[in-house]
């Protein structure tokens, strides 16, 4: 009776797990094991043909290019990264700790998603007026008698794309920080208080510690989108930089799949070996 | 095994056209079996699908198709690298390709394209000769490059390779072409400009900006490398090695210096940097200087003594074309030949294929200003209204005979293409 019972619960189980499953199978891992399948492939001018090659990790792992441009793109994810935490935890940590109402800690939330209902490339394009030689940010500049030239390097800089990392992935840092400062107990606070800590102390003893899986998943956003990304370093740079999403893009433009694949294969596991590292550091799972 | 973008045209095809796929080839079926009085109403339902760069795909062009011949005519804009990349593994994503010569280069020998007869063409024997012979003049040579005429016929309806004179088998029908050249704001440099050399002078550190689509961005460099005098090429459209390593050396340390501005890959970039006087001098193409113009702000597509770097477009037919449908494409290729969309591109700046006709849909003031190089009786406007230029100013570079005579080369995809494209990758790395 009992054993039958527990055969139709694990079918059950089974049953109510599988549609996630097929889900993931047939739209990550059948398109990645694609990608990884192509990777070995190799390519003519139009075309491309199964084939076991190692010529495209070959080329990769052969030209200079590929290691000054892979050293790019973890500058850029690691002064995005810092930038958008800073930036992210001081929004948070007001609106969860200063802001006493809950509406007007939603109103503010709300105020903090505003950019985002235009597109991010619209976002990030409103730069270009702003930061140009004759744009906003010089003419001020230059009226408020700070320069006498124009900054050259406001636009079509790493700067640039640095600051356009910023803003559009700030967010994604404030929103799970937020979230796990709101589920503090505020009696732990009254506590460190009672018990003495100064205000800095508390920040660093209680908060922080607490907020850890908050910040972890901000990160892994933060540096999975930079990592990923190809289009604001092209905008934003002026097509003068690169980085690995852009040696994909150009790839996939000229046709040279294979290559594009044996990139991505590169990068996916250099991205899935750094959120490894961070998720040494905090144990999301047991935390949330 | 099929590769993955082919399997995926077809899948997103049969999604987004669902039931007018089979409308259209229930229709198709009926004109096998032969009832040709339907054919008037059946056209109607027809729609062709073209893609190309923005140049050409205009959607002035669709409506008035739309409104002459009946049919639909739904238009793609894409860049150049990508309007490649189409043409050569979606072959069932389009029926009507509107490609550069050199893509079909590229393209012709995967098959995806079917040849033209030009018996069914009215206007063929109207066609530019530099489509046709290759040579403006009796006198003049064909230049250097993917020169029209070298890939414009092949020998017959299945021809792979191209033949070497003209045969009654058209690869490409020729639409749009032009002679490019430097985009300049001659109010920010303040002086004469008259070599290609100058878009690496010093003097322009900073401001100076180069099209990063390797195929035509490489050919830039050649001009501006050869006008240097620091290489001197046999082909500039099919370098050696050598020669790609020594060009791409030499902007490779310009760029190092901080010569550049910026790259740009779109028609609206090169427009924006220009006019925002981001870049002062700039490779650039000739609607994208008539942008700016429209703006108020000076700039001039300035001709230099080195000559131009010139490029075709042309309609291409997919192989999988038939019946009912590859009918509707002759009408099509005739209409585009007949003259107003020859004359709308003119008025562009642009040179349509068959100038004969393009002149009945422009006034005499534009046919002289446009074509002939002589001064503007009274205003120009764009096609779309916006004012070119006052009565008196000459066109730059002057008439057809003096722009399309100093072509130095055409737009061309070279034998070492695939080392070309891994030294490009690595210049826009540096």
């Known amino acids: 009776?009992?054993?039958?019972?527990?055969?139709?619960?694990?079918?059950?189980?089974?049953?109510?797990?599988?549609?996630?499953?097929?889900?993931?199978?047939?739209?990550?891992?059948?398109?990645?094991?694609?990608?990884?399948?192509?990777?070995?492939?190799?390519?003519?001018?139009?075309?491309?043909?199964?084939?076991?090659?190692?010529?495209?990790?070959?080329?990769?792992?052969?030209?200079?290019?590929?290691?000054?441009?892979?050293?790019?793109?973890?500058?850029?994810?690691?002064?995005?990264?810092?930038?958008?935490?800073?930036?992210?935890?001081?929004?948070?940590?007001?609106?969860?700790?200063?802001?006493?109402?809950?509406?007007?800690?939603?109103?503010?939330?709300?105020?903090?998603?505003?950019?985002?209902?235009?597109?991010?490339?619209?976002?990030?394009?409103?730069?270009?007026?702003?930061?140009?030689?004759?744009?906003?940010?010089?003419?001020?500049?230059?009226?408020?008698?700070?320069?006498?030239?124009?900054?050259?390097?406001?636009?079509?800089?790493?700067?640039?794309?640095?600051?356009?990392?910023?803003?559009?992935?700030?967010?994604?840092?404030?929103?799970?920080?937020?979230?796990?400062?709101?589920?503090?107990?505020?009696?732990?606070?009254?506590?460190?208080?009672?018990?003495?800590?100064?205000?800095?102390?508390?920040?660093?003893?209680?908060?922080?510690?607490?907020?850890?899986?908050?910040?972890?998943?901000?990160?892994?956003?933060?540096?999975?989108?930079?990592?990923?990304?190809?289009?604001?370093?092209?905008?934003?740079?002026?097509?003068?930089?690169?980085?690995?999403?852009?040696?994909?893009?150009?790839?996939?433009?000229?046709?040279?799949?294979?290559?594009?694949?044996?990139?991505?294969?590169?990068?996916?596991?250099?991205?899935?070996?750094?959120i490894g590292i961070m998720l040494r550091f905090v144990n999301i799972r047991k935390e949330l | 095994m099929t590769e993955t973008p082919n399997s995926k045209s077809i899948s997103r095809r049969s999604v987004l056209k669902g039931t007018a796929a089979v409308a259209g080839a229930a229709i198709g079926s009926g004109v096998v079996t032969g009832f040709p009085t339907i054919w008037a109403q059946n056209i109607k339902d027809v729609t062709l699908r073209q893609f190309g760069t923005g140049v050409s795909n205009l959607n002035d062009v669709a409506i008035k198709v739309k409104e002459d011949l009946g049919f639909t005519l739904e238009m793609t804009a894409l860049d150049s690298d990508s309007v490649t990349q189409r043409a050569a593994t979606q072959p069932k994503s389009f029926d009507i390709a509107d490609i550069e010569y050199w893509i079909c280069k590229k393209v012709w020998p995967t098959g995806n394209l079917q040849a033209m007869d030009t018996s069914?063409?009215?206007?063929?024997?109207?066609?530019?000769?530099?489509?046709?012979?290759?040579?403006?003049?009796?006198?003049?040579?064909?230049?250097?490059?993917?020169?029209?005429?070298?890939?414009?016929?092949?020998?017959?309806?299945?021809?792979?390779?191209?033949?070497?004179?003209?045969?009654?088998?058209?690869?490409?029908?020729?639409?749009?072409?032009?002679?490019?050249?430097?985009?300049?704001?001659?109010?920010?440099?303040?002086?004469?400009?008259?070599?290609?050399?100058?878009?690496?002078?010093?003097?322009?550190k900073g401001k100076a900006s180069i099209l990063d689509i390797s195929s035509i961005g490489i050919m830039d460099m050649a001009m501006v490398c050869e006008a240097m005098g620091e290489i001197k090429y046999a082909d500039k459209g099919n370098m050696t090695r050598e020669e790609i390593d020594k060009t791409i050396a030499i902007f490779t340390e310009a760029k190092k210096a901080g010569q550049f501005r910026a790259f740009w890959k779109s028609f609206d970039e090169s427009v924006n940097l220009m006019a925002s006087g981001e870049v002062v001098i700039q490779s650039m193409w000739s609607p994208a200087i008539t942008a700016v113009k429209a703006k108020g702000i000076e700039c001039v597509y300035q001709p230099l003594k080195e000559g131009y770097r010139s490029w075709g477009g042309g309609i291409g037919l997919s192989a999988n074309l038939s019946g009912l449908e590859l009918e509707a494409a002759y009408e099509y290729i005739n209409w585009y030949l007949s003259g107003w969309v020859g004359g709308y591109l003119m008025r562009q700046g642009y040179y349509s294929a068959v100038p004969e006709t393009s002149k009945l849909f422009m006034s005499e003031n534009e046919w002289g200003y446009w074509y002939e190089g002589k001064p503007a009786t009274g205003d120009i406007t764009s096609p779309t209204g916006d004012k070119l230029a006052a009565a008196g100013d000459v066109r730059d570079g002057g008439s057809y005979e003096a722009r399309m005579g100093a072509v130095a080369c055409w737009n061309a995809v070279m034998d070492e293409n695939q080392y070309m494209v891994g030294k490009w990758n690595e210049f826009i790395a540096a």
């Not at chain 1, 929004?91 to 503010?108: C, E, K, M, N, S």
């Not at chain 1, 732990?188 to 910040?215: C, H, M, S, W, Y």
């Not at chain 1, 433009?253 to 250099?270: C, E, G």
């Not at chain 2, 058209?170 to 490019?180: C, E, R, V």
């Open chain 2, 120 to 204: 069914k063409i009215k206007n063929f024997d109207k066609i530019a000769p530099i489509f046709t012979t290759g040579k403006l003049t009796p006198e003049s040579t064909v230049a250097q490059g993917t020169a029209p005429s070298t890939v414009g016929f092949v020998d017959g309806k299945d021809g792979t390779a191209f033949a070497k004179d003209v045969t009654g088998w058209m690869t490409l029908i020729p639409t749009i072409y032009n002679a490019d050249t430097l985009g300049i704001r001659p109010d920010l440099i303040g002086r004469p400009i008259d070599t290609w050399a100058e878009l690496l002078n010093p003097e322009f």
């Open chain 1, 1 to 274: 009776m009992s054993s039958k019972r527990s055969i139709s619960n694990d079918l059950t189980g089974w049953l109510m797990a599988s549609p996630l499953a097929l889900v993931l199978a047939l739209f990550l891992v059948l398109p990645i094991a694609m990608i990884v399948v192509v990777s070995f492939w190799g390519a003519t001018e139009f075309s491309i043909y199964p084939a076991f090659k190692l010529d495209n990790y070959q080329f990769l792992f052969g030209s200079a290019v590929t290691y000054s441009v892979f050293l790019k793109t973890f500058m850029f994810t690691l002064i995005s990264w810092a930038l958008c935490l800073a930036i992210g935890f001081t929004v948070a940590y007001f609106l969860a700790f200063h802001i006493r109402t809950q509406t007007w800690q939603i109103v503010l939330f709300l105020v903090c998603t505003v950019p985002f209902l235009t597109s991010n490339i619209i976002r990030m394009i409103s730069w270009v007026p702003f930061l140009g030689r004759n744009g906003i940010a010089n003419q001020t500049l230059i009226s408020m008698g700070i320069i006498d030239e124009p900054l050259e390097w406001l636009l079509f800089s790493d700067f640039a794309v640095v600051l356009a990392f910023v803003h559009l992935y700030t967010l994604f840092m404030v929103v799970p920080i937020f979230n796990t400062m709101m589920r503090i107990d505020k009696s732990l606070l009254e506590a460190a208080r009672d018990a003495g800590a100064t205000g800095f102390q508390t920040l660093t003893n209680v908060i922080l510690p607490l907020t850890k899986p908050g910040i972890m998943i901000g990160s892994i956003f933060v540096v999975t989108l930079v990592m990923g990304d190809f289009i604001t370093v092209r905008f934003m740079s002026g097509s003068q930089s690169a980085n690995v999403g852009r040696l994909i893009s150009n790839d996939v433009a000229l046709l040279r799949y294979p290559s594009a694949a044996a990139t991505s294969v590169v990068l996916l596991i250099t991205v899935l070996i750094v």
